[in-house]
């Protein structure tokens, strides 16, 4: 099971068709990408109820710069990549849960899955950082 935007198709030449700001361009294409992934950590920020608003506007939260375009200043252009490259999610993962906690015989089951659901979360959202 996954959850919401598979990015991997965009790491392709292919993604986009023309180098400028045309609808299947290069800029075009790619703002809509970070777009659609702010929106997403947007849902999944405020599915969190672990996540008080200082915590999130701490690490950037709505204040994620756009991707831009063909004519975004430098000085644009080093923020966004200051934030993403220093970008953290606010999805759970959740959905790589193996076990169902519900389903534990006693507490000594139940932590054992959920260490097990643990290492699964941290894999899939290293996977979807990196």
């Known amino acids: 099971m ?3 935007f598979d990015i991997w198709p965009c790491f392709t030449r292919s993604y ?3 180098h400028d700001d045309s609808e ?4 075009t294409v790619y703002r809509k990408v970070f777009e659609i992934i702010k929106g997403e950590e947007e849902k999944a920020r405020q599915n969190n109820q672990d996540l008080d608003d200082d915590t999130y506007f ?3 939260g709505k204040n994620a710069p756009g991707f831009g375009d063909s004519t975004t200043s430098l000085e644009k ?5 200051k934030y993403w490259e220093n ?3 606010f999805k759970s993962f959740s959905w790589k849960d193996i076990y169902n906690l ?7 089951i139940k932590r054992l899955m959920e260490k097990d659901n643990k290492k699964e979360r941290s894999k899939g959202k290293k ?3 990196d």
């Not at 299947?24 to 800029?27: A, E, S, V």
């Not at 252009?77 to 990549?81: A, D, G, I, N, V």
């Open 2 to 4: 996954s959850f919401g």
């Open 16 to 18: 986009y068709k023309k």
């Open 24 to 27: 299947d361009g290069f800029y």
């Open 58 to 60: 701490s690490v950037g």
């Open 77 to 81: 252009l080093q923020e966004f990549y």
């Open 87 to 89: 970008f953290i999610t």
């Open 102 to 108: 519900n389903e534990a015989q006693n507490r000594q």
């Open 127 to 129: 996977k979807y950082i």
